[in-house]
């Protein structure tokens, strides 16, 4: 079935720091894929996606790029704000009427 | 623009007791979803629908029912609450028939059984 793989967290990293979160997956057929960012006592809310290989999604400073010969889709922001704190998630679906897969999302601490 | 709507925001509840989440959305979309999330656990699907008067299991279903009379609400149902479904639910939604359609979740319901 499918599955996505998040890193381990939580991370933690002052103020103008690169970011990398790292996502892979396995998927039958050939899926979106999509990072969602969950702010404290929130709903997940679309960060960015991408629907085909080599894709770029980008929104609010963050970038992923859809590479399917390594089946990843890893998160990058090149100096991250004590605003980024959130959690992180990762995620897949594999037709229009399919369901969406999630990993297990990661926490992001940006310290001033 | 509403979007996802969720009622109530905080719940408590006795062990044996009854309840129903509410879901509305005002989107015309087709697929209706309930997640909950714990921690170290992620997001775990419970029970989704594509359409009004249909609706399949996710994950975890057990101790959950659906029912889907409408494009607009997908309430779920706590028939006897256990202290194993202390958690965060949310409900999502997104068009169907369209490839890359992202979900919209609403803010969630924290519930506690005690």
């Known amino acids: 079935g499918d599955s996505v793989t998040q890193m381990e967290g939580p991370v933690t990293l002052s103020e103008e720091a690169f970011l990398t979160i790292n996502c892979t997956y396995t998927a039958t057929g050939y899926p979106s894929l999509f990072w969602y960012v969950q702010y404290p006592g929130e709903g997940l809310q679309l960060l960015l996606k991408?629907?085909?290989?080599?894709d770029k999604g980008s929104n609010k400073g963050f970038e992923a790029t859809y590479r399917k010969e390594t089946t990843s889709f890893h998160l990058e922001k090149g100096s991250v704000q004590v605003s980024d704190s959130a959690v992180y998630f990762c995620a897949l679906n594999t037709g229009a009427n399919s369901k969406l897969t999630f990993g297990k999302g990661i926490t992001l601490s940006v310290r001033p | 623009n509403a979007g996802v709507t969720q009622t109530p925001k905080f719940q408590v509840l006795k062990t044996g007791q009854s309840m129903t989440l509410q879901c509305a959305q005002d989107m015309n979309h087709e697929y209706m979803s309930w997640y909950r999330q714990d921690p170290g656990m992620g997001l775990r699907l419970i029970h989704y629908s594509v359409g009004a008067g249909i609706t399949d299991q996710g994950e975890v279903p057990n101790g959950y029912n659906v029912s889907r009379s409408t494009t607009e609400d997908f309430p779920l149902r706590l028939l006897s609450a256990a202290p194993s479904q202390t958690s965060v639910y949310f409900c999502?939604?997104?068009?169907?028939?369209?490839?890359?359609?992202?979900?919209?979740f609403g803010n969630g319901t924290r519930l506690t059984v005690t």
């Open positions: 991408a629907t085909k290989a080599d």
């Open positions: 999502a939604s997104r068009l169907t028939g369209e490839y890359g359609s992202p979900l919209h």
